[in-house]
């Protein structure tokens, strides 16, 4: 543990990097231009708050990576009194050719970049808004489990040489009563099987929970008046609308249309040195499970918005018909967004600025 006395002047303002594990993290503190501590300390906010306690009266800046940690210590440091940004792992500046990697310097690195203003932050929720996103983000969980019990399902009987084709998607009421009628000719093989069959089920169960839950959290006062603009969209229903609604929360944060299309991963790539550009596939940045979720849309929109299957059309002949829908979602995304903005329901056919 390192540690460097010094006299710090009235109002010297202190920027303090925190690298986050399970047990112990690792913090550095230091002003624009000396480091004054560096070491681990036990992975709790009462340790981490004995280190800056030692700088009360100095304006202190905090900084800590996105992810497994969520915001609850962001939470404590606004709380305290500290201005707190939560980075980007992906967007931190990187030496090129640096091969270690370690905490202390990872939490050195954050202090410094911290302090020369070269880090960029991620949007923050409130706790409420985050109470409320984990609702549809516990349904698509409960989804994927019911997912990988159907492919366990699937193997079993493969394994075994029975061969029922199943339905895409969610198993129909025919095919699980199917299941249900097969019988092995082994007592334990098929108390076994008759395990997995329940565990789809309970999982089915709790999906239909969560959507309800899903349900009473859409038709609250905060979320009502938007759900019912957005179902105005062919394509869009109740949960696709509050997919939209729990990741996005207020839309006018994105002060212009290509920073929500950036935001959401909808912005092509490009590529360009002299005078040559090359525009590669969309960057896939942000949120996988909205993106999806326009994509899909965009394929009933397209067959009840004439405008919009022209659309889709004239990309097609030049693009492909990937690129085409994908087209049709990032304007999907937009005219959304001035819906909302504007409290006007879909007009299908529109033609017009979006």
Request: a positive charge; hydrophobic letters at 40%.
């Amino acid at each position: 543990m390192k540690r460097i006395r010094q006299k710090l002047l009235p109002g010297e303002r202190i920027f303090v990097g925190i690298d986050l594990h399970n047990n112990k993290w690792h913090v550095t503190v230091r002003t624009a231009e000396l480091e004054l501590f560096s070491g681990s300390i036990p992975g709790s906010w009462n340790a981490l708050k004995r280190i800056l306690d030692r700088h009360k009266g100095h304006r202190i800046g905090t900084v800590y990576e996105a992810g497994y940690f969520g915001f609850w210590l962001y939470d404590k440091l606004i709380e305290y009194g500290a201005e707190c940004i939560v980075t980007p792992p992906s967007l931190i500046p990187q030496e090129y050719g640096n091969k270690v990697k370690t905490d202390r310097r990872d939490s050195r690195k954050l202090a410094h970049f911290l302090a020369k203003g070269m880090l960029k932050r991620v949007w923050v929720p409130t706790e409420k808004e985050r109470y409320h996103r984990q609702v549809i983000r516990r349904r698509r969980q409960l989804i994927r489990d019911r997912t990988r019990t159907q492919s366990r399902i699937k193997a079993e009987l493969r394994l075994h040489g029975l061969n029922i084709s199943s339905p895409y998607g969610k198993w129909t009421k025919i095919y699980l009563e199917n299941l249900d009628r097969i019988r092995f000719n082994n007592r334990w093989m098929q108390e076994s099987f008759k395990c997995l069959l329940e565990q789809y089920h309970f999982l089915d169960e709790q999906i239909n929970k969560q959507t309800e839950l899903l349900r009473k959290l859409s038709e609250t006062k905060l979320y009502k008046e938007r759900v019912e603009i957005l179902m105005t969209i062919p394509g869009i229903g109740m949960i696709a609308a509050m997919e939209l609604l729990l990741e996005l929360q207020d839309i006018k944060r994105f002060q212009r249309a290509d920073q929500l299309a950036a935001y959401v991963g909808l912005t092509p790539s490009q590529y360009t040195s002299a005078d040559k550009v090359r525009m590669g596939r969309i960057t896939c940045v942000g949120k996988n499970s909205l993106r999806a979720m326009l994509i899909q849309a965009s394929w009933s929109l397209i067959r009840k918005d004439g405008v919009m299957r022209e659309k889709y059309d004239r990309l097609k002949s030049r693009s492909g018909g990937k690129r085409a829908i994908v087209a049709v979602a990032r304007t999907l995304l937009i005219r959304m967004r001035r819906l909302l903005l504007d409290n006007n329901p879909y007009v299908v056919g529109l033609i017009g600025t979006i």
